[in-house]
């Protein structure tokens, strides 16, 4: 079945500090991809999405996402946090029929 | 320009109600979906219309949920009997075509007791 995983459903990152919220796909072929953001109380936002070309994909906020065929991944980065990047996080990937799949979510806290 | 609208923000609703959550997209979009948002399955696409015509209904939500989409500015979804597990957040998004960029509204938050 076609899926989307993110498997930390809670990353705590100090403000400042690097990046890293985990994305696994499970599809036949190669989905678009998506990263949305939600922050409290609102609806989920667009940071950034992939369609097959450039595995790096450069999204708002300094966010950026790259996609790796071979680990079937698309890992969201950035580069410093800052304490408004305190939101839960989605992956998520369409096959081509106008579903889009989201993962569970990560909740991204921010310590000073 | 406005974003996606949905009212009400909360509601609170006993078991075997009727309630309808409305939501008004972007204007000029063409595509509107619902989802249902919860802790424990995530986001569940329950409706999908392109150009007002149903283009999915949800699948297994389809006996008690009903979305319609009576003028490109505004749907509606009905859930009828409300039961304590459709307890969660409802999000209503747009687009102009497909999933390629979706507009979310801030949802309804829907409490069944």
Not at chain 2, 3 to 16: F, I, L, Y
Request: hydrophobic letters at 35%; a positive charge.
């Amino acid at each position: 079945a076609q899926s989307v995983t993110q498997p930390d459903a809670r990353v705590t990152v100090s403000e400042g500090a690097s990046l890293q919220l985990r994305c696994k796909y499970s599809y036949f072929g190669t989905p678009y991809l998506f990263w949305y953001v939600q922050y409290p109380r609102q609806g989920l936002q667009l940071l950034l999405k992939y369609y097959p070309g450039d595995p790096v994909v450069q999204g708002v906020n300094g966010f950026e996402a790259e996609f790796s065929k071979s680990n079937s991944s698309f890992h969201l980065r950035k580069a410093s946090v800052h304490w408004s990047d305190w939101a839960v996080y989605f992956c998520a990937a369409d096959s081509g029929y106008n579903k889009l799949t989201f993962g569970k979510g990560t909740v991204l806290l921010v310590s000073p | 320009d406005a974003g996606v609208t949905q009212t009400p923000r909360h509601e609170v609703a006993e078991k075997g109600q009727t309630i309808i959550l409305k939501c008004e997209p972007v204007s000029g979009h063409n595509d509107l979906f619902w989802y249902r948002q919860t802790k424990i399955q995530g986001l569940e696409l329950l409706s999908y219309f392109r150009s007002k015509s149903l283009m999915e209904d949800g699948g297994a939500f389809k006996d008690r949920f009903k979305a319609e989409m009576l003028n490109s500015s505004f749907s509606t979804l009905k859930i009828q009997p409300t039961e304590p597990k459709d307890s969660a957040v409802y999000l209503c998004a747009s687009s102009l075509t497909g999933v390629e960029t979706l507009y979310f509204g801030s949802g309804t938050r829907l409490t069944v007791l």
